[in-house]
């Protein structure tokens, strides 16, 4: 269902004009942000109750993110910038075991970030220890900083090149 519902784009014209007479997207958001903000109540009872904290992101993706947002300011172009690129490029390579499938789609749902519920991004920049606009900017400027490397490398501009 996943798939079908991700493969939307190839889905039979009777079932396009259908879905887009019940705005399903709109539906999809909503729910969305519903669970996530039901998620963020439940998680902060236990918080308030002493359970154990959350999972965090690895300490290695952590301390990635905190030297991002230690040159925010910086051009992308910088060798430190690009540097983190690189050190970026290794963590997805690692974590995704260098299957390209894996990586294209968090690399894909990276790249959609700016959809996600609220909720989610709250969520996911709690993982990395950092509010949600520090986050949001760092993942921007990892964005950037890798299309551009790739471009003047001669390679396709287009987030993807975060891998």
Same mark, same amino acid.
């Given at each position: 269902?996943?798939?079908?519902?991700?493969?939307?784009?190839?889905? =039979?014209?009777?079932?396009?004009?259908?879905?887009?007479?019940?705005?399903?997207?709109?539906?999809?958001?909503?729910?969305?942000?519903?669970?996530?903000?039901?998620?963020?109540?439940?998680?902060?009872?236990?918080?308030?109750?002493?359970?154990?904290?959350?999972?965090?992101?690895?300490?290695?993706?952590?301390?990635?993110?905190?030297?991002?947002?230690?040159?925010?300011?910086?051009?992308?172009?910088? =060798?430190?910038?690009?540097?983190?690129?690189?050190?970026?490029?290794?963590?997805?390579?690692?974590?995704?075991?260098?299957?390209?499938?894996?990586?294209?789609?968090?690399?894909?749902?990276?790249?959609?970030?700016?959809?996600?519920?609220?909720?989610?991004?709250?969520?996911?920049?709690?993982?990395?220890?950092?509010?949600?606009?520090?986050?949001?900017?760092?993942?921007?400027?990892?964005?950037?900083?890798?299309?551009?490397?790739?471009?003047?490398?001669?390679?396709?501009?287009?987030?993807?090149?975060?891998?």
């Amino acid at each position: 269902m996943i798939k079908a519902w991700a493969d939307r784009e190839h889905w =039979p014209a009777a079932l396009k004009r259908r879905a887009a007479e019940y705005d399903i997207e709109r539906a999809t958001r909503f729910i969305g942000e519903a669970l996530w903000e039901r998620w963020e109540a439940e998680r902060l009872e236990r918080e308030r109750a002493s359970t154990p904290v959350p999972h965090r992101a690895s300490e290695s993706r952590r301390t990635l993110f905190r030297d991002c947002a230690s040159i925010l300011d910086s051009e992308p172009t910088s =060798p430190e910038a690009q540097s983190l690129v690189a050190r970026w490029r290794a963590l997805v390579e690692a974590e995704t075991l260098g299957d390209e499938e894996l990586k294209r789609d968090a690399l894909d749902a990276l790249s959609r970030r700016r959809e996600w519920p609220d909720g989610m991004r709250r969520y996911i920049a709690s993982l990395y220890e950092l509010d949600v606009d520090t986050w949001q900017r760092v993942t921007d400027f990892i964005e950037r900083a890798a299309t551009i490397g790739v471009t003047h490398a001669g390679g396709a501009d287009s987030p993807r090149s975060l891998a």
